[in-house]
């Protein structure tokens, strides 16, 4: 243990002061922000130790790859290049460091790109479209454009065609309809809030629909986007259609705070690589 605080001293200080001020950032907006729930420090751990595992396994996959379809390069590299490098002058010294280094932070790059990039690429749009608001009833030029997705071309409600829209337009099938029922089928369903039930092995993640079911329309009214879960259980969301208050006839699209109980269902359409 004394070896490994000796060689890794470090990297053990600067991860320890990256997680104390991640915390104190938390807090502070915790406290002063309450309302807000969109920072999450434990799910935000969890993402960054899932990126770290990930690169670390993408690095072994890639050198297993080498010892097995280049069996004389991996032997030496291992035998040859790692024991001697002490050996190496200077110069060379600092022109191989760079080369691995920079080799690392390229394989990191492409890694955290490739990850869940549809994810990203759909979440940026939606915060991008956070200002989108009706000028008149289920009108505006953006709205216009989410209803002529799905067919119409005059003013209706359209949050299905939010979502609808969005989906398609990073390349996600789906329902491609105006209709909020189009996006709980069973076939799509990940999680239903009133029968607990939960497709085994899954876990809601940012780009998930979400559906609110209504008991007087006796079907789900409302669609709208899973963004997180935050520290105090609520779901957060992209909505269209919706306003502060949350209703499903509002007039725009607002970041929302909902309370599980009261979303039908999650369903997932973009499928896991």
């Given at each position: 243990?004394n070896?490994?605080?000796?060689?890794?001293k470090?990297?053990?200080v600067t991860?320890?002061?990256?997680?104390?001020?991640?915390?104190?950032?938390?807090?502070?907006?915790?406290?002063y922000?309450?309302?807000?729930?969109l920072?999450?420090?434990?799910s935000?751990?969890e993402?960054?130790?899932?990126?770290i595992?990930?690169?670390i396994?993408?690095?072994a996959m890639?050198w297993?790859?080498?010892?097995?379809?280049f069996p004389?390069?991996?032997?030496f590299?291992?035998?040859?290049?790692?024991s001697?490098f002490p050996?190496l002058?200077r110069n060379?010294k600092?022109?191989?460091?760079?080369v691995?280094?920079?080799v690392?932070?390229?394989?990191?790059s492409?890694?955290?790109?490739a990850q869940?990039?549809v994810?990203h690429?759909?979440?940026?749009?939606l915060?991008?479209?956070l200002?989108?608001?009706?000028?008149t009833?289920?009108r505006?030029?953006?709205?216009?454009t989410?209803l002529?997705h799905?067919?119409f071309n005059?003013?209706?409600?359209w949050?299905a065609?939010?979502?609808s829209?969005?989906l398609?337009?990073v390349?996600?099938t789906?329902p491609k309809?105006?209709?909020?029922?189009?996006f709980?089928?069973?076939k799509?369903?990940?999680?239903?809030?009133?029968?607990g039930y939960k497709?085994k092995?899954?876990?809601a993640q940012?780009?998930?629909v979400v559906?609110?079911?209504?008991?007087?329309?006796?079907?789900?009214?409302?669609v709208g986007?899973y963004?997180?879960?935050?520290?105090?259980g609520?779901?957060?969301?992209?909505?269209?259609n919706?306003n502060k208050?949350?209703s499903?006839?509002g007039d725009?699209?607002?970041?929302?705070?909902?309370?599980?109980?009261k979303?039908?269902a999650?369903?997932?359409?973009?499928?896991?690589?």
């Amino acid at each position: 243990m004394n070896k490994f605080l000796r060689t890794f001293k470090e990297e053990v200080v600067t991860i320890a002061l990256l997680v104390a001020g991640f915390f104190c950032l938390n807090w502070v907006l915790g406290r002063y922000f309450p309302t807000s729930a969109l920072f999450d420090f434990v799910s935000e751990i969890e993402t960054m130790a899932y990126s770290i595992v990930r690169f670390i396994v993408v690095l072994a996959m890639a050198w297993v790859g080498v010892r097995v379809i280049f069996p004389n390069v991996f032997k030496f590299l291992r035998d040859d290049f790692y024991s001697r490098f002490p050996e190496l002058d200077r110069n060379m010294k600092y022109i191989l460091g760079t080369v691995i280094f920079l080799v690392f932070v390229l394989a990191g790059s492409i890694t955290a790109k490739a990850q869940d990039s549809v994810r990203h690429e759909l979440l940026q749009n939606l915060t991008e479209q956070l200002d989108v608001r009706e000028i008149t009833p289920n009108r505006s030029p953006m709205i216009d454009t989410y209803l002529k997705h799905v067919g119409f071309n005059q003013p209706a409600p359209w949050c299905a065609a939010f979502v609808s829209w969005n989906l398609s337009n990073v390349g996600v099938t789906n329902p491609k309809s105006a209709w909020s029922p189009s996006f709980a089928s069973d076939k799509d369903v990940i999680w239903y809030s009133k029968s607990g039930y939960k497709r085994k092995g899954t876990k809601a993640q940012t780009g998930d629909v979400v559906t609110f079911y209504y008991t007087r329309l006796k079907r789900v009214g409302h669609v709208g986007f899973y963004i997180k879960t935050d520290k105090s259980g609520y779901f957060i969301t992209i909505e269209g259609n919706t306003n502060k208050s949350g209703s499903r006839s509002g007039d725009g699209v607002y970041m929302k705070k909902r309370p599980p109980a009261k979303v039908h269902a999650i369903s997932r359409y973009i499928k896991e690589v």
